[in-house]
Structure formats: C-alpha cells, structure tokens
C-alpha cells in the first residue's frame, strides 16, 4: 500500500514538471504576441510631444530678422578738428568761413541787382525812346533805375553849369563829361564787391593750406612725444590738417567761378548803357542845337524887322 501511494506521488510530480515546461512557452509566445499590438498601438496613439512638434512644423516660420547695422563712431572728422585745435587752427577755420559766407553774399546780391539792371534796360527801351521830349522820358523811367539816372543828369547838364570856370567850357564837352561821369558811376556800382571775391578766391587756398601746415605740426609734435609712429597715431592728426586744405578750396572755386561770371555779365549790362548813352548825348545835343539855332534865328528876324 505504501509502495503504491509512493508511485502515485511520484507520477503526479512528474505530471507538475511537464505541465510547467509546457506552460513555459506559451507565456514566452503570448509576450511576443503582445509585444507587436503594443507597438502598433504606440504607432496609433502618438505621444502629445510628437503632435506638439507636428503642429509646429505645419507653421510657417517668419523669415529672419534683418541683421543690425554696426554703426561705427568716426573719432576724428571736423568736431575732433574743432576740439583738438588751438586758437590758431580755430582762428584759421572761422576766417575761412567768413570768407565763404562773404563770398556766396556778393554773388547773391550783384546776380539780384544785375537782374534788375537788365529790367530796367528793357523798361528804357520801351518807354523813354518813345517820348516826346527827354523830361517825359525820364519822368516814365523807373525812380531808382541806372537809367533815369544817366538821363537826368544829361538834361540838368543841357540847362546850366556853374562856377565861373566851368563857364568856359563848351556845351558839347560838358554834356558829354556829365554823361561819362554817370556812366562810370554806374560802373563803379556794378564792381561793388568784385575785388572781395577775387581776393578770397586767390588766397583761401593759401590760408587753408597753412591750416593744414600748423595741424600736422602739432600733430609731429604730440606724435614725438608720445614716442609711437603706428597708424592710428599718424592717420587721425594729419587727416584732420588736411581737411583744412579741403575747406580752403571749397571757399576759393565758388570765389573764382563767381567772380568769372559777374564780370562777364557785368560787361553785357555795360554795354547796354554806353548804348543809351550815346544815344541820349547825341539827342542832348541835336535839341540844343535846335533851340539855339531857333533863337538865333529869332534873334536875326528881330534884328530885321
């Protein structure tokens, strides 16, 4: 009895051991089958990261900023110029610019009264030839005109000329002198201001170079002492000088081309008036040799009669 209850526990041991070698395997081929639906399930359900970062990439990025410009701060230019000089180089500089200031006022203002000159020429050409007499043809001149003026003095010199030694000289030769004499007047006008732009155009040159001389003086010198000859030391000193030859010769051409161009228009005005005036001298003295020869002619029939 004993012996049969030993086999039977040893068959049913064996019968757990197979069981359990069975069963092994099947767990192994479940977990590998659970493993694909697990996957596929992680591919079906993406992560909220995965669609945050898809949902970005759909967006459209902005183009990209436009790179800041570096602006860079010159230390060296008219401010350092105006600063770093002496009372020499600040002296050299505000004359030049009194020069320039001088110079672009005259040619303003002759290029106005030329203007002017020109107009009042046309006026003369219209109105005064088309006169009656000389007294109506100033009287319809402009007041302050060259012209009237020219004219005046003409007819005042037909009436009369005082003191007793100016007495002696012909009526022809006296017209003709007060009417040369307003001429030159009106010329000397014309050249008001002419000499200042020839003289600033022919030495702002010569003063903007010495400028440029005392500056990379002073520039050797503070170079000498510093005891350093890079290019930074040298390049910023004696550019600075050099700006004062610069500014020397933009004051002197615009002098130069001014003074060119008024004289040549001065010339053209010029013309106009010795023409009026040649005319006015000889119609001066064609009536005042008519009413001479009138009262001549009165004179004898008186005599006669």
């Given at each position: 009895?004993?012996?049969?209850?030993n086999?039977?526990s040893a068959?049913?041991?064996?019968?757990?051991?197979?069981?359990?070698?069975?069963?092994?395997?099947?767990?192994?081929?479940?977990?590998?089958?659970s493993?694909?639906?697990?996957?596929a399930?992680?591919?079906?359900?993406?992560?909220?990261?995965a669609?945050?970062a898809?949902?970005?990439?759909?967006?459209?990025?902005p183009?990209?900023?436009?790179?800041?410009?570096?602006?860079?701060?010159n230390?060296y230019?008219?401010?350092a110029?105006?600063?770093?000089?002496?009372?020499?180089?600040?002296?050299?500089?505000?004359i030049?610019?009194?020069?320039?200031?001088g110079s672009?006022?005259?040619?303003?203002t002759?290029?106005?009264?030329?203007v002017?000159?020109?107009?009042?020429?046309?006026n003369?050409k219209?109105?005064?030839?088309?006169?009656?007499?000389?007294?109506?043809?100033?009287?319809?001149?402009?007041?302050?005109?060259?012209?009237?003026?020219?004219?005046?003095?003409?007819e005042?010199?037909?009436?009369?000329?005082?003191?007793a030694?100016?007495?002696?000289?012909?009526?022809?030769?006296?017209?003709?002198?007060?009417?040369?004499?307003?001429?030159e007047?009106?010329q000397?006008?014309?050249?008001?201001?002419?000499?200042f732009?020839a003289?600033?155009?022919?030495?702002?040159?010569?003063?903007?170079?010495?400028?440029?001389?005392?500056?990379?003086?002073?520039?050797?010198t503070?170079?000498g002492?510093?005891?350093?000859?890079?290019?930074?030391?040298?390049?910023?000193p004696v550019?600075?000088?050099?700006?004062?030859?610069?500014?020397?010769?933009?004051?002197?051409?615009?002098?130069?081309?001014?003074?060119?161009w008024?004289?040549?228009?001065?010339?053209?005005?010029m013309e106009?008036?010795?023409?009026?005036?040649?005319?006015?001298?000889?119609?001066?003295?064609?009536?005042?040799?008519?009413?001479?020869?009138?009262?001549?002619?009165?004179?004898?029939?008186?005599?006669?009669?």
């Amino acid at each position: 009895m004993s012996i049969t209850r030993n086999r039977l526990s040893a068959l049913a041991t064996a019968l757990m051991i197979s069981a359990a070698a069975l069963s092994a395997p099947l767990a192994v081929a479940q977990t590998a089958a659970s493993a694909p639906a697990a996957s596929a399930a992680a591919v079906a359900a993406p992560a909220p990261a995965a669609t945050a970062a898809a949902s970005l990439a759909d967006t459209p990025t902005p183009p990209p900023a436009p790179a800041a410009k570096e602006t860079v701060d010159n230390p060296y230019g008219l401010d350092a110029l105006w600063k770093g000089g002496d009372f020499v180089a600040r002296g050299t500089l505000i004359i030049l610019v009194l020069m320039s200031m001088g110079s672009w006022y005259i040619i303003i203002t002759k290029l106005i009264e030329q203007v002017k000159l020109m107009g009042q020429a046309q006026n003369a050409k219209k109105t005064f030839w088309k006169a009656g007499t000389v007294a109506a043809g100033v009287a319809g001149l402009k007041p302050n005109s060259a012209y009237r003026f020219i004219a005046e003095n003409g007819e005042k010199s037909t009436v009369h000329h005082d003191g007793a030694l100016l007495e002696q000289i012909d009526l022809n030769t006296w017209v003709t002198m007060s009417i040369q004499r307003s001429v030159e007047k009106v010329q000397s006008r014309l050249q008001d201001g002419l000499a200042f732009l020839a003289t600033v155009g022919s030495t702002a040159p010569f003063v903007g170079l010495f400028g440029t001389v005392w500056g990379i003086y002073h520039a050797l010198t503070a170079i000498g002492i510093a005891g350093q000859a890079s290019i930074d030391k040298v390049a910023g000193p004696v550019g600075e000088a050099l700006i004062m030859t610069a500014i020397g010769l933009a004051v002197a051409v615009p002098a130069v081309l001014g003074y060119n161009w008024l004289v040549r228009r001065n010339k053209s005005a010029m013309e106009e008036i010795r023409s009026f005036s040649a005319d006015l001298h000889s119609v001066l003295l064609s009536g005042v040799m008519s009413s001479s020869s009138a009262s001549q002619v009165a004179h004898i029939n008186k005599k006669v009669g």
